[in-house]
């Protein structure tokens, strides 16, 4: 399979990050490389860069699309969640900038084997890394009804959550669901089609797949991992595909970008808490209707942008 990534929000992650000669950054979801080409055009001609992706397909099309920079870009086929393990092991810290773009790829998800579109009929799977963890159809033969309609309603907002999920459960207990269709079946049975502007599918989707790959209590625990490995003045950029995942970013940079986390009723801090951010961006960047009509993966894209400040 071809692995071209239309990189989103290009234009303004540049301009938030402003890399220059000779400064390393961190690219910790590498994708294709579309991102880090501009990066390290910016930082010629001896500015390193690090690329983390725990798609094996991913890192291969980078390491392809990024040959023309050599030695200068280090590729990791691993998840973000050990960015402080392979950032120490290459000497990357006091970096100049690092880089999040989340949720999936148009490659992925036109992979037929791996289950991201409910469009394609494939094995149900959904993990970015398919050498590791649990693939989606066996997930589903571990849930209860309680649980799945927890993942349904708190990572997809999906309506009738608790229907749906019975209905799933109910229908594995009979015959494991194993592909994209199976599924499909059941949801479009239960929800009904053309009664959302969203189909109700594209919610179910992301519901699994972020809890499939742990996506969001992976985002937690990796961000604080990143003011360590900026210089200051160094600038971080995340850029968010849904609500979930714009939540953890945006409520994180708020607590890092905030002196004292005490209550308001609290006379004097006791929690000695300091700012190590300062926000770029009160609000998100959104892309513009150029580049939603371009591409239309862009148009729930979010960017959030920081400064670390002086230690």
């Known amino acids: 399979m071809?692995?071209?990534?239309?990189?989103?929000?290009?234009?303004?992650?540049?301009?938030?990050?402003?890399?220059?000669?000779?400064?390393?950054?961190?690219?910790?979801t590498i994708g294709g490389g579309g991102h880090a080409v501009a990066?390290?055009?910016?930082?010629?001609?001896?500015?390193?860069?690090?690329?983390?992706?725990?798609?094996?397909?991913?890192?291969?099309?980078?390491?392809?699309?990024?040959?023309?920079?050599?030695?200068?870009?280090?590729?990791?086929?691993?998840?973000?969640?050990?960015?402080?393990?392979?950032?120490?092991?290459?000497?990357?810290?006091?970096?100049?900038?690092?880089?999040?773009?989340?949720?999936f790829s148009s490659?992925?998800?036109?992979?037929?084997?791996?289950?991201?579109?409910?469009?394609?009929?494939?094995?149900?799977?959904?993990?970015?890394?398919?050498?590791?963890?649990?693939?989606?159809?066996?997930m589903l033969t571990q849930w209860s009804v309680k649980e799945l309609t927890e993942v349904l309603r708190d990572y997809g907002e999906v309506p009738q959550a608790g229907r749906l999920a019975r209905a799933i459960i109910n229908e594995q207990r009979l015959v494991p669901l194993t592909t994209t269709a199976e599924l499909l079946a059941i949801v479009d049975r239960v929800q009904g089609k053309g009664r959302r502007s969203l189909p109700a599918a594209t919610l179910v989707w992301q519901a699994l797949r972020i809890a499939v790959n742990n996506e969001l209590k992976q985002l937690q625990e990796t961000l604080p991992q990143t003011l360590p490995l900026l210089a200051p003045g160094g600038r971080l950029a995340i850029i968010s595909f849904h609500s979930g995942e714009d939540r953890v970013v945006k409520n994180w940079l708020r607590r890092e970008s905030t002196d004292c986390l005490c209550p308001p009723s609290s006379p004097i801090c006791r929690c000695g808490h300091?700012?190590?951010?300062?926000?770029?961006?009160?609000?998100?960047?959104?892309?513009?209707?150029?580049?939603v009509k371009n591409n239309s993966r862009a148009r729930s894209a979010k960017l959030r942008l920081a400064v670390k400040l002086p230690d």
Do not use: M
């Not at 071809?2 to 690219?27: C, M, T």
């Not at 490659?107 to 799977?125: M, N, T, V």
């Not at 190590?276 to 959104?286: A, D, E």
């Open 274 to 291: 300091r700012a190590s951010l300062k926000l770029i961006t009160q609000r998100p960047i959104t892309p513009s209707a150029a580049e």
């Open 39 to 103: 990066i390290l055009q910016r930082t010629a001609p001896l500015g390193r860069l690090l690329g983390l992706d725990c798609d094996g397909q991913a890192i291969i099309a980078a390491r392809e699309n990024l040959t023309p920079f050599k030695e200068r870009v280090t590729l990791i086929n691993d998840s973000y969640l050990y960015l402080t393990d392979h950032a120490l092991a290459h000497s990357f810290t006091e970096v100049a900038g690092i880089l999040f773009d989340l949720g």
């Open 107 to 138: 490659p992925q998800l036109a992979d037929p084997a791996r289950g991201f579109s409910f469009q394609i009929k494939a094995p149900l799977d959904l993990r970015y890394n398919t050498a590791a963890g649990t693939p989606a159809w066996q």
């Open 2 to 28: 071809s692995y071209y990534h239309l990189p989103v929000l290009l234009n303004e992650v540049i301009a938030g990050l402003s890399p220059k000669r000779g400064e390393s950054f961190i690219d910790c």
